[in-house]
């Protein structure tokens, strides 16, 4: 196994797994418990209209992906806080919208797109070093802004109507989440790809969670989980050669169903 | 200390698309009162209470709390609302829950003291030994104590009750009743109720909310039943103060 690392390729993958992990596991945490893992689906297909518009500027589709991403965040916090449109609605317009335009933006670019399938559905082993630093950038934005508005994410996460009545920004604070999972989002979509992003920010955080009620605990221990299951699928991957994005994604998905399993079995 | 009105609303209207749930409410509540206000289900009770909170915004009328709007001068009001949604299985112990009400504001961490006055407030509920409880491991009494060492931990001037009662044992009732004698003393009090009971004990002065805050022969009649049960004088409705309808308990 440690033969592989010689290849500059495979460290980047493993850096990769790790920035990635980190990302998913303190946000992942919060989209878990505050239970809008759909609409961190909606900003991630939403985000594919960044990737669109990259390779039509012919620039790297990854930082038109993160104003994209956080505007669709904004767009889908802004609608469905106003009540005239139910949540789910405002999610479900933008997803569409904004793969539409991914796609349109792709066809109208001059050439072939080669590497689009890589943005889909994730490819570890080409993240190239350039996009290693923006992850490792948008990681520690994640770290701090966590770090500084901990008891305000939580306790709108908790209880939004009494974060309200306490003087809390509520109305600030969602929006200031929503982007953390764009940002997260893009950190993600190098590793698994926008379809399969919401696998990685949810799945570390919901088998962690049968595990401990501490939420600090949580994003540490989805981290780590983060970490093991996306090294694994990454090995696998080579090993077998099969799609990275998806091996991962179905070695954390088989975790989650086992770890379901043997904690159901568990006494509480 | 001084009996200074502390909450003035002026002719509130609030409408919820065509339906009007509040129409003309005028209230004011001053820093030594003990209000209930009683009425039917969808009369307006919680909706009152948001407005006061500045959750919900009138259509019509004038809001001031503390003097200000409601938005600021909220930081002074303690709430329990009637019901709280959350996830049971969130990531947070009782002690954590009750620390969110003395929130100050961003940037701001809870400090020594904050902790200090969080530990008092689940003593005064009598809940401290729960304290590292996950918050879903609770039952629903023990969970509305901690509500409500959430609502007091900023030491508010003025509580809000909704439905205080409602779901809770007999033996949380009456001790909960001992809790609000003792809070009368420190802070105003509103309760939205349906339970008469506590009205009975405790409550110094009545108002019916069914839409407007008003009363009528039907109501009167249901109060003069309340003195027959309580033998509670009750001073008939006068004009000018129209939810004076108890008698005021001597003060000691």
Known sequence: MMEILQYEFMRNALMAAVLASVACGIVGAYVVIKRIVFISGGISHAAFGGIGLGYLLGINPILTAIPFSILSAFGIGVISKQGRVNEDTAIGVLWAVGMALGILFIGLSPGYAPDLFSYLFGSILTVPSFDLWMMLLLDVVIILTVFLFYKELTALSFDEEFSEVVGIPTRSMYLLFLCLVALSVVVLIRVVGVILVIALLTIPAAISRQFTYNLRRLMILSIFTGIILTVVGLWLSYALNLASGATIVLVLGSAFFMSSFFKGLMPT | ?252
């Open chain 2, 1 to 252: 200390m001084i009996n200074e009105e502390i909450i003035s609303l002026k002719n509130i209207g609030v409408r919820f698309g065509d339906i009007p749930v509040l129409e003309g409410v005028n209230l004011s509540i001053k820093q030594n009162d003990f209000l209930a206000i009683i009425g039917p289900n969808g009369g307006g009770k919680t909706t009152l209470l948001k407005v006061i909170l500045g959750l919900v915004k009138p259509d019509e009328g004038e809001v001031r709390v503390f003097g200000e709007n409601p938005e600021k001068g909220r930081r002074l009001i303690g709430y329990l609302p009637q019901h709280t949604s959350f996830d049971l299985n969130f990531p947070i112990n009782v002690f954590d829950v009750v620390l969110m009400g003395g929130y100050k504001r961003l940037l701001k961490n809870y400090s020594k003291k904050d902790k200090k006055i969080a530990v008092d407030a689940l003593k005064t509920v009598e809940m401290l030994e729960f304290r590292d409880r996950q918050i879903g491991r609770l039952s629903g009494g023990q969970l509305q104590r901690v509500f409500l060492a959430r609502a007091i931990v900023k030491e508010p001037r003025l509580i809000l009750f909704d439905e205080p009662t409602t779901g809770i044992d007999p033996k949380m009732q009456s001790s909960f009743y001992n809790l609000l004698s003792e809070f009368k003393k420190r802070m105003a009090i509103v309760l939205v109720t349906h339970d008469i009971g506590v009205v009975s004990t405790q409550v110094e002065e009545i108002a019916c909310l069914n839409r407007r805050l008003f009363y009528h022969g039907a109501v009167e009649e249901g109060l003069k039943r309340l003195e027959t049960t309580y033998e509670c004088p009750i001073e008939l409705i006068a004009h000018g103060i129209p939810h004076r309808v108890l008698e005021r308990h001597e003060k000691k």
